[in-house]
């Protein structure tokens, strides 16, 4: 017992200080993407046919937060002369549109938060999880905010086994025909007023499944979401970010 007393006063409180105090994250993490819109139009077109997700728009010179699964090809193929990827890891919005970005000012996600949703679950928010077809990325990235560092418990925020218990629902996966009638039902069984969240490029374009025909891909094509977290999957500071922007 004196050992783990001991243990605890050495160790000290491990919880991380965010949202108190920024906190910096690893040298390759990718968030934010800089694009520079004077950059060479045959390199962004370059870029953009390099591109998996089909996620750079090289006329309107944008890239599609929702699609982009930060794998860094632009980035290298233009040594950061077009994209340069920041590690500003607050990306969650409130609307598809805001996830395509030119570079400039970002849509602030606290303004854009309904007040009655603050105002409903600021103290109070349970969410059931769904995995519509996910890799398990998105899920263990979410599950590793109930860990001590992240601590989501601290802000009234917890995963709970029944949607009947829930506020709303959290989805994650590219959503295939075969979970569709699991993810209406479970919508369903989530009593009124409700909230749907949409963590991961896969439930907000199909990610790498985008134009599959197994995958519905959007989960705003089904259900009415109302927080979008992109990422592939997100770091868990994003997925806190977003929920404590969006609800607190
Ligand atoms: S980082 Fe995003 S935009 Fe760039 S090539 Fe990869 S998927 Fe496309």
Redesign the pocket.
């Known amino acids: 017992m004196l050992k783990i007393i001991k243990n605890k006063l050495e160790q000290g409180c491990r919880t991380s200080p965010y949202p108190k105090q920024p906190i910096a994250l690893y040298e390759r993490y ?1 968030g934010r993407p800089e694009i520079s819109r004077d950059c060479d139009p045959v390199l962004i077109r370059q ?1 953009a046919e ?4 089909e ?2 728009d090289p006329v309107k010179v944008t ?1 599609d937060l929702g ?9 290298m193929l233009s040594q950061g002369r077009f ?1 340069r ?1 920041t590690q500003n890891f607050e990306l969650g919005t409130a609307s598809r549109a805001d996830l395509v970005t030119d570079g400039g000012a970002y849509a602030d996600l606290a303004s854009h938060a309904k007040q009655h949703f603050k105002k409903l679950f600021g103290r109070s928010l349970q969410l059931r999880q769904v995995s519509a077809a996910g890799c398990n990325s998105c899920e263990a990235d979410t599950n590793v905010l109930n860990t001590p560092f992240f601590d989501l418990s601290r802000f009234g925020i917890d995963f709970v086994a029944s949607p009947r218990h829930a506020d709303g629902i959290h989805v994650t996966g590219p959503i295939s025909l075969n979970m569709k009638a699991a993810l209406l039902s479970t919508y369903e069984a989530v009593p009124s007023p409700k909230v749907v969240i949409a963590s991961g490029s896969c439930s907000i374009s199909g990610g790498p499944f985008y134009g599959s025909e197994q995958v519905i891909g959007d989960l705003g094509t089904l259900l009415p979401v109302d927080l979008y977290i992109p990422g592939c999957p997100p770091h868990p500071l994003t997925t806190l970010h977003a929920l404590l922007a969006f609800f607190k």
Request: hydrophobic share 40%.
């Open positions: 990718r870029c390099a591109c998996p997700q996620a750079i890239i699609r982009c699964t930060f794998c860094g090809l632009c980035e994209v990827f």
